[in-house]
């Protein structure tokens, strides 16, 4: 069954927020059952794609805890392995949160090896409807730190793809910048919600 929200809670939980605010507040403002006045927004419209590239399976972790979080907040989304995406594919894709580690010399991960050839190698695709963001994660002792997500990232801006929000380099001790990125991303998504809705005539209003 389709999630819905009002746009008047959805303005008043976005408006003020903090990323130093607990993630549970931001989810008892919004409420499953909410009954607002004027129109609703669908916050299922579109299908988020959380995608990994992973050797130890930390960054698959990641994408299955962001996953659950989007799903509290009503979000459609799917986990994916990088890897798996086709490369002409991605103008289908409306939003990619990537989590992705860097490996050896500054390497991507071996699942994803073919994908980012493919992504290096053509010419740019016109990803202009697509938005993505990205979580880096590496270990500052070495030489290329978090070298796979600056590559991937400057892939993603050549393919004409706009970023959500600015790519995040973590160290091994990523939990705190965990928590406010995958915060700042729920309140950017119900942000673009609200605008989407204002602005799209194919999104349907329930009253």
């Known amino acids: 069954m389709t999630q819905c929200i009002g746009v008047g809670e959805l303005a008043m939980v976005c408006a003020g927020m903090s990323p130093h605010c607990e993630f549970a507040m931001v989810r008892k403002s919004i409420s499953r059952t909410a009954i607002a006045s004027g129109p609703i927004v669908r916050l299922d419209w579109r299908m988020i794609t959380i995608a990994y590239a992973t050797e130890t399976g ?4 990641l994408a299955d805890e962001t996953q659950e979080k989007l799903t509290e907040f009503l979000f459609r989304s799917e986990v994916i392995d990088l890897g798996e995406l086709k490369v002409p594919k ?3 894709k409306t939003v990619i949160l990537a989590f992705v580690s860097t490996w050896g010399g500054g390497d991507p991960p071996s699942s994803v090896w073919d994908f980012y050839e ?4 053509k010419e740019p695709i016109g990803l202009a409807g697509m938005e993505y963001a990205i979580f880096s994660l590496g270990d500052s002792t070495y030489e290329h730190f978090c070298q796979f997500g600056k590559d ?6 050549r393919h004409g793809a706009r970023r959500l929000l600015s790519r995040v380099d973590c160290d091994v001790d990523f ?4 928590e406010e990125w995958v915060f700042q991303i729920v309140c950017t998504l ?7 809705y204002k ?3 194919d999104l349907e209003e329930l009253v």
């Open 58 to 61: 930390i960054a698959a972790n």
């Open 90 to 92: 991605l103008k289908h």
């Open 118 to 121: 493919e992504l290096s190698e």
């Open 152 to 157: 991937l990232d400057a892939q993603l801006e």
């Open 175 to 178: 939990k705190d910048d965990y």
């Open 190 to 196: 119900i942000g673009s919600s609200i605008e989407d």
């Open 199 to 201: 602005e799209s005539s």
